[in-house]
């Protein structure tokens, strides 16, 4: 089996960590991929742009969050047949999710290319980069198939444990964004649009080189062209699966966007200012988020091999780990904002904003070290309806009214409007920790 693991057997930290740090830096690079083009952007074109591509991008999230979020229903799945010893179901899964998400792609790249427009003024971008921020969408929308084969290929080999040819995958994603963002942007002058050919760009390149790498890996299974086919019943259960995770992150990016559109109705500083910030918190979160994706695959294969007690150990051991880093981002964050947000703005105000706005999030750092390896412990047990619910009460109950709140009564203040996040994660931590007692306690009785 080559370069996946078992994670049923033997030790848990040092598993949990090496398979960790290959999504650690798959995330990093995916985060830097994302950066690029603001911080190119910020450097060679204006503050309209640098709107256009916070606002646009945060679109774009929006819709990639709910491929990343169907495409987990595969990583649970094929994990759960590892563990089961049936890797012959864990191949169905993977032909299966093909075709699901070929047609996704196809249903998508439709709904997003002819409403970019109407989607940007739903967004209330500033009028002065309204039209650049369409074009964003659109033409990151153009390259649809790109980036639903892109996460696919990701949450596949997650799976079978396999955590580095996802970071092969977004290294060569990152590197021809950044070349291509040069060319585009500081080259021809092009500005938002060019950050978006960019964009798709890297991510047909990394998606055509992949495959022929993958080509000539060993999986731990039989895989033939005829396997790809829509296996009703497999599919029935990817959806199952995924599609809670899927609406969860769908309804959580949408609680963004309206603090984004909050924010953007306070003109075009405020708007480029939380669009840098956004941009940071990709980088403050890393940790955290490396685990939450890790601990889905490593729970996934322990309860198919029904061993709970590994699962519940390596939540622990998460949240220990994930909190260390999580106390020294805050202090980054908090103290230091204004030197994080210069790396993407040369703007004093949208310095100015994108450090207030940091001040909450460091506060959130602490937090989501324990949030997002809960969310990955459920979302690896199956429990993907109750991963669901939590994120959107913390999203619909707590988030929106509070920044909405925030933004009449604080004098529109970014640090204040910015405490929505961690507010509601606090929340959902409650419900976290809530749900897993229950459910042990359920478990312990059944025995």
């Known amino acids: 089996m ?54 646009g991008s945060q679109v774009m999230h929006t819709v990639t969050v709910v491929i990343t ?63 650049q921020t369409a074009d964003y969408v659109r033409i990151c929308s153009a390259g649809m198939i790109f980036i639903v084969a892109y996460n696919l290929l990701g949450s596949i080999f997650r799976g079978i444990g396999d955590s580095k040819m996802p970071l092969i995958t977004v290294s060569i994603a990152c590197v ?58 497999v ?27 909050i924010v953007n109705s306070m003109g075009v500083i405020a708007s480029a200012g939380v669009g840098v910030a956004e941009k940071l918190c990709a980088f403050i979160m890393l940790v955290p988020s490396a685990y939450m994706q890790s601990m889905s695959a490593f729970v996934a294969q322990n309860i198919g091999a029904g061993k709970k007690e590994r699962a519940v150990k390596a939540l622990f051991y998460g949240i220990g780990t994930s909190l260390i880093a999580g106390m020294v981002m805050a202090y980054v964050s908090f103290f230091h904002g204004n030197l994080l947000a210069g790396i993407f703005a040369r703007e004093g105000d949208v310095i100015a904003a994108a450090a207030d706005y940091l001040k909450a999030y460091a506060v959130d750092c602490i937090l989501t070290s324990f949030l997002f390896c809960f969310i990955g412990y459920f979302n690896g047990c199956g429990k993907t309806i109750f991963v669901m619910v939590q994120g959107i009460v913390g999203a619909f109950l707590v988030r929106i009214p509070v920044a909405y709140l925030m933004s009449r009564m604080a004098g529109g203040r970014l640090f204040f409007i910015g405490l929505s996040t961690p507010a509601s994660t606090v929340v959902q931590i409650v419900l976290c920790v809530g749900y897993f007692f229950y459910v042990v306690h359920g478990e312990k009785r059944n025995l």
């Open 176 to 233: 021809f964004n950044i070349a291509g963002d040069l060319l585009f942007v500081a080259g021809f002058g092009l500005g938002a649009a060019g950050a978006a050919l960019a964009t798709v760009m890297a991510q047909a390149i990394s998606v055509v080189l992949s495959f022929a790498i993958i080509r000539k890996k060993t999986l731990p299974f039989n895989f033939h062209r005829q396997d790809v086919r829509l296996n009703g019943r």
């Open 2 to 55: 080559e370069n996946t693991q078992q994670f049923t057997e033997g030790k848990i930290l040092s598993p949990l960590i090496r398979f960790a740090f290959p999504v650690l830096f798959a995330l990093l690079l995916q985060a830097m991929y994302g950066g690029v083009d603001l911080l190119v952007v910020g450097q060679f074109a204006e503050a309209a742009d640098v709107s256009a591509v916070s606002t």
């Open 235 to 261: 599919a029935g259960r990817i959806l199952i699966l995924g599609t809670p995770i899927a609406l969860q992150d769908l309804l959580v990016s949408i609680s963004f966007l309206v603090i984004m559109a």
């Open 69 to 131: 979020g169907l495409a987990m229903g595969i990583t649970i799945l094929i994990g759960q047949k590892i563990g089961e010893k049936k890797p012959q179901e864990a191949g169905e899964a993977i032909g299966s999710g093909i075709c699901l998400f070929g047609i996704l792609a196809l249903v998508l790249t439709a709904l997003m290319v002819f409403g970019a427009r109407p989607i940007s003024e739903l967004m209330q971008a500033p009028a002065e980069a309204l039209n």
